[in-house]
């Protein structure tokens, strides 16, 4: 039996359903604190699977506003769930969710902790990203090391020195003792 040209071992990447797609089309800034919400409001219809309550949600609300509704694709993501758009007389836009649909927590629940699992290693990724990119060399800093090195084969082209430079004698400068003057280090010949 053959591996079709796959070597043992290898995993060969599965295509995302739409529901993963949207789970991991959230901006990288919000995605936490979105799944975050999103994975609450799931688990608690997961736990009361038959009570209203948790089925409506108000897309007007500050904190579901600033988590999901201005957050690029979270209501995209809401509606590949299941939830239903709708205008409420009295409420306004909310989110709701069809009695007929059930949430289990091995497809949806465990989908959101997989996509904050994924965007915990992006975060990762990005960050890793920024601190090589802080590292590289700034246009000025490559500017002056062109400039060094030009100067140095510069030098390297004029050739070696021809004269070097040579020690000359000072005369009528001050006069300095040495350890020899003063008899330091001299053997006194004695035996």
């Given at each position: 039996?053959g591996?079709a040209?796959?070597?043992?071992?290898?995993?060969v990447a599965?295509?995302l359903?739409?529901?993963?797609q949207?789970?991991?089309g959230?901006p990288?800034?919000?995605?936490?604190?979105t799944?975050e919400i999103?994975?609450k409001?799931t688990?608690?219809?997961?736990?009361?699977?038959k009570?209203?309550?948790?089925?409506k949600i108000?897309?007007?609300?500050?904190?579901i506003a600033?988590?999901?509704t201005?957050?690029?694709?979270?209501?995209?993501?809401?509606k590949?769930?299941?939830?239903?758009a709708?205008e409420?007389?009295g409420?306004g836009?909310?989110l709701?969710l069809?009695?007929?649909l059930r949430?289990?927590h091995?497809?949806?629940?465990?989908?959101i902790?997989?996509?904050k699992d994924?965007?915990k290693?992006?975060?990762?990724i990005?960050?890793r990203?920024r601190?090589?990119?802080?590292k590289e060399?700034?246009?000025?800093?490559?500017?002056?090391?062109k400039?060094?090195?030009?100067?140095?084969?510069?030098?390297e082209?004029?050739?070696?020195v021809?004269q070097?430079?040579?020690?000359k004698?000072?005369?009528?400068?001050a006069?300095v003792i040495?350890?020899?003057?003063?008899?330091i280090g001299?053997s006194?010949?004695g035996?």
């Open positions: 039996m591996y040209g796959y070597s043992p071992g290898n995993v599965e295509k359903t739409p529901l993963q949207a789970l991991q959230l990288l800034e919000q995605a936490a604190e799944l999103i994975h409001l688990k608690n219809i997961v736990a009361n699977p009570d209203d309550k948790f089925r108000k897309l007007t609300n500050a904190k600033e988590k999901i201005d957050v690029p694709g979270a209501v995209d993501l809401m590949e769930m299941g939830w239903v709708k409420i007389e409420e836009s909310v709701e069809p009695s007929s949430f289990r091995e497809s949806e629940v465990v989908a902790i997989d996509a994924y965007y290693k992006q975060a990762e990005e960050k990203r601190v090589r990119s802080s060399k700034t246009a000025e800093e490559e500017a002056m090391q400039k060094i090195e030009a100067d140095r084969k510069e030098k082209a004029e050739g070696p021809t070097g430079s040579v020690a004698k000072i005369v009528g400068g006069h040495s350890a020899a003057d003063l008899g001299k006194s010949g035996g």
